[in-house]
């Protein structure tokens, strides 16, 4: 590997370091419902994005409200001497994939079947800093 090559390498990797995400995999809800509420938090502050999970009547509220705690005990861990009312952290991104499809069968008329598919999500939230200067 070249220096410049490894140069930049090491500066992606430096920047990555700095971005705190939380992963949650094979949530068993469609991710279209749960598209619903991350549209909700998106570009929100931490507090204010807790509060609208909570008080949420979709079901896919309750798996997103945890993964954010995660996420904030991500940034916690890797920023011991940082308080989070000072840092002003905010839902910087919310990615919502597609996961594993179970595929059932359901008895039809006349013989046939018709498919069920019962899908889950993958969920990815990362989390931002605003600097706010005192």
């Known amino acids: 590997m070249g220096v410049r090559k490894k140069e930049a390498a090491l500066a992606r990797k430096d920047?990555?370091?700095?971005?705190?995400?939380?992963?949650?995999?094979n949530v068993p809800t469609s991710p279209r419902k749960m598209r619903l509420v991350a549209d909700l938090v998106r570009g929100v502050d931490?507090?204010?994005a807790l509060n609208i999970l909570k008080f949420s009547t979709k079901e896919a509220s309750i798996n997103l409200e945890k993964l954010l705690l995660s996420a904030i005990a991500n940034w916690q861990a890797a920023n011991k001497d940082s308080n989070i009312e000072d840092a002003g952290l905010y839902v910087s991104k919310v990615f919502v994939d597609g996961g594993s499809m179970l595929k059932r069968i359901s008895p039809a008329p006349q013989g046939r079947a018709h498919r069920i598919r019962k899908r889950s999500n993958h969920v990815?939230?990362?989390l931002g800093t605003k600097n706010v200067s005192k």
């Open 15 to 25: 920047a990555n370091k700095a971005i705190i995400s939380a992963k949650l995999r």
């Open 46 to 48: 931490v507090d204010k």
């Open 124 to 126: 990815t939230v990362i």
